[in-house]
């Protein structure tokens, strides 16, 4: 697939096979991860790869849906706000630069014939304590990675009339 039809072929999936995810797709989806922009090239993120059964096992508090825990990875990612730019204005680009990584992540593990799914309504202080987060390290988001066991249908997207204003 081309970048365009990766794209358009990425779900958000929440089933998965209990097939493990091979080392070295996994090295390559977060070498992906890494190659990511980010503002000033300060590079403010933080991947912490999840496959401990333990350490999943307490996430549940955290983030309690059954099928998230199908998936043998879940991958967070986490911004580290003082080493992000700030615009004049002081918006720091932390989150930003952590977000554009993790879409890097995920159009990879799509190439990569793995799924995955976004994931941001978890108790932020539960995950900074079950990975052992430094201060100033804030997860952003956390995903499943995995093999999907059933793809969903694409869902519905606005067109760009409605999105795009060209002046």
Same mark, same amino acid.
């Given at each position: 697939?081309? +970048?365009?039809? +990766?794209?358009?072929?990425?779900?958000?999936? @929440?089933?998965?096979?209990?097939?493990?995810?091979?080392?070295?797709?996994?090295?390559?989806?977060?070498?992906?991860? !890494?190659?990511? /922009?980010?503002? $000033?090239? @300060?590079?403010?993120?933080?991947?912490?790869?999840?496959?401990?059964?333990? +350490? @999943?096992?307490?996430?549940?508090?955290?983030?309690? #849906?059954?099928?998230?825990?199908?998936? %043998?990875?879940?991958? =967070?990612? =986490?911004?580290? /706000?003082?080493?992000?730019?700030? @615009?004049?204005?002081?918006?720091?680009?932390?989150?930003?630069? $952590?977000? +554009?990584?993790?879409?890097?992540?995920?159009?990879? #593990?799509?190439?990569?014939? !793995?799924?995955? =799914?976004?994931?941001?309504?978890?108790?932020?202080?539960?995950?900074?304590?079950?990975?052992? !987060? /430094? %201060?100033?390290?804030? /997860?952003?988001?956390?995903?499943?990675?995995?093999?999907? !066991?059933?793809?969903?249908?694409?869902?519905?997207?606005?067109?760009?009339?409605?999105?795009?204003?060209?002046?």
């Amino acid at each position: 697939m081309d +970048i365009y039809e +990766i794209m358009k072929f990425r779900r958000s999936v @929440r089933s998965y096979k209990s097939e493990p995810v091979e080392e070295g797709k996994l090295r390559r989806i977060l070498e992906a991860a !890494l190659s990511a /922009p980010s503002a $000033a090239n @300060r590079q403010p993120i933080h991947f912490v790869v999840i496959k401990d059964e333990k +350490i @999943r096992h307490q996430l549940k508090t955290a983030y309690n #849906a059954t099928w998230f825990y199908t998936a %043998p990875v879940i991958i =967070c990612v =986490c911004s580290i /706000p003082e080493k992000g730019w700030k @615009r004049s204005d002081g918006k720091n680009y932390a989150d930003i630069d $952590a977000t +554009i990584a993790m879409d890097h992540l995920v159009l990879a #593990a799509t190439s990569e014939g !793995l799924a995955t =799914c976004w994931v941001a309504a978890f108790k932020v202080s539960d995950v900074k304590s079950i990975l052992n !987060l /430094p %201060p100033g390290m804030e /997860p952003l988001a956390l995903t499943p990675l995995g093999y999907s !066991l059933d793809y969903p249908e694409p869902t519905h997207r606005k067109t760009l009339e409605e999105i795009v204003q060209i002046i």
